[in-house]
């Protein structure tokens, strides 16, 4: 357990925390604008909060001249254990709501992607046939060609309705496509999965961080066995 002269040492004082250390720790505040997504940005502020809520509260007993040195140890101990817990707790839950809703968009890009109806299926078979059987070169300018003629939206169905191995472009070429096709059919999918691929590492480091904030600060180890040498 750190003395109160060691905090300082490391962290400077028991004044506010630094705003650039919270930052690099949990991770620049997410703010989506997406109403879907806002429990994101409600769960990622639990971290750096619950830190700061323990930061105070162990420079609050530390003063606290009533309590002996295993007092302190030990009620340090308990509401810092209690805080994080139950944190965590809610950033997991968070973190599973995540899993579920990107599971979710990916069920309606599949719905975007499949063809609209047997005609376009059709043609989608057709031209894929037709970009594998052309040399690299070729197939490139030839695709070109194609997106941009009137027939276009055709061309991005038949591409992106198929796995890349099999849609007859280069992978790149069919992720760039696929996004294209997604995001005239169904924008707002678009949205929600580079918040939910944005935001949802970001619980995992808050929560990673908030655990290691607490373990480098708070001894349990001697509050345990102070507790043993009680009972």
Do not use: C
Request: hydrophobic share 40%; charged share 25%.
């Amino acid at each position: 357990m750190l003395t109160q002269e060691q905090y300082q040492a490391k962290y400077g004082s028991f004044g506010p925390i630094h705003k650039g250390r919270l930052l690099e720790a949990y991770g620049t505040p997410i703010d989506f604008a997406h109403p879907e997504l806002q429990y994101l940005t409600t769960a990622h502020k639990l971290a750096p909060a619950a830190w700061t809520e323990i930061y105070k509260a162990i420079d609050r007993m530390l003063r606290n001249t009533a309590m002996t040195g295993g007092q302190q140890i030990k009620e340090i101990a308990q509401a810092s254990r209690t805080k994080m817990d139950n944190t965590l707790a809610l950033l997991d839950v968070a973190e599973q709501r995540a899993a579920k809703h990107m599971e979710h968009v990916r069920i309606r890009e599949r719905a975007v992607l499949w063809p609209k109806d047997a005609h376009e299926e059709a043609i989608a078979v057709e031209l894929r046939t037709y970009l594998r059987g052309l040399p690299d070169g070729e197939r490139d300018r030839a695709l070109n060609t194609m997106l941009r003629s009137d027939d276009g939206s055709l061309v991005r169905a038949a591409i992106a309705s198929a796995p890349a191995p099999l849609s007859g472009v280069h992978p790149a070429k069919h992720s760039e496509v696929r996004t294209t096709h997604i995001a005239i059919r169904d924008p707002e999918l678009i949205e929600l999965r580079a918040g939910l691929e944005g935001g949802t590492p970001l619980l995992t480091k808050a929560a990673e961080a908030l655990r290691a904030d607490v373990y480098d600060f708070v001894d349990f180890q001697t509050a345990e066995d102070l507790k043993s040498l009680e009972s």
